[in-house]
């Protein structure tokens, strides 16, 4: 599987404000590029703190990448994936209706019941990992449904976990204009933090959007230079 980052960022690397509130970052033109970049791919993924926060769609905003993906033989939107290590998810989350596939990882930590209860919502739940969510074994799973390739759209906690998990192979990050602050405020990646080794980047682009910038970066796979 070939997996896409993607992600907007304040000039000191926040996602959001420290509430934790949808907050635009971005601007028109980069929101058609983030709308190519999913128009591509076979799934997008966010983990359950998005879906709780921000309640999304993810699917696609012009519909002449829709018809194109279905001329194409293609669904019209790609799947949805949802990292959800407890089954948090809301039983009338957005991304709960028809409009594309949506599977939900969770954990054997999930209790049965709560599985169905997501099932019968209409998600296609995929248990990886024990006490979380294990992101190569989910990722493995997603890859046996044909989702060949992935795009992950955060937030901070997914995108950590998707590094250190060794599945990224590139990273996109637009970097708007404006400084919000906040020690609390997530970051491109949060979670545990690597100490010792790091992801291996190299980038390959810059593109001017908005008043922003794209950042363009290829990332090794584990043991490469």
Do not use: W
């Not at 000039?11 to 028109?28: F, H, Y």
């Not at 012009?62 to 407890?86: F, H, I, K, M």
């Not at 100490?195 to 001017?208: G, R, V």
């Amino acid at each position: 599987m070939y997996v896409v980052v993607n992600a907007a960022q304040s000039v000191d690397g926040k996602l959001a404000t420290r509430r934790r509130e949808q907050l635009r970052i971005s601007g028109p033109e980069d929101f058609d590029r983030v709308d190519r970049v999913r128009a591509a791919a076979d799934a997008v993924l966010v983990g359950v703190g998005t879906v709780l926060a921000d309640d999304p769609h993810l699917t696609l905003d012009e519909e002449d990448r829709r018809v194109e993906r279905l001329r194409n033989g293609r669904p019209g939107d790609p799947a949805r994936v949802v990292v959800d290590s407890t089954g948090r998810t809301p039983t009338d989350a957005r991304i709960l209706d028809d409009a594309a596939t949506t599977y939900l990882l969770v954990s054997a930590a999930t209790d049965r019941e709560r599985r169905e209860t997501l099932a019968d919502a209409g998600a296609e739940v995929i248990v990886a990992g024990e006490d979380r969510v294990d992101v190569a074994e989910g990722l493995d799973k997603l890859a046996d449904r044909g989702v060949d390739r992935l795009m992950v759209e955060g937030g901070g906690e997914v995108i950590f976990s998707c590094f250190a998990a060794g599945v990224v192979d590139e990273l996109h990050v637009y970097v708007g204009s404006l400084v919000i602050g906040g020690r609390d405020a997530p970051t491109l990646a949060d979670g545990a933090g690597f100490t010792e080794e790091f992801p291996d980047l190299t980038l390959t682009d810059t593109a001017a959007f908005d008043d922003g910038v794209v950042l363009s970066y290829a990332v090794a796979a584990d043991g490469e230079q």
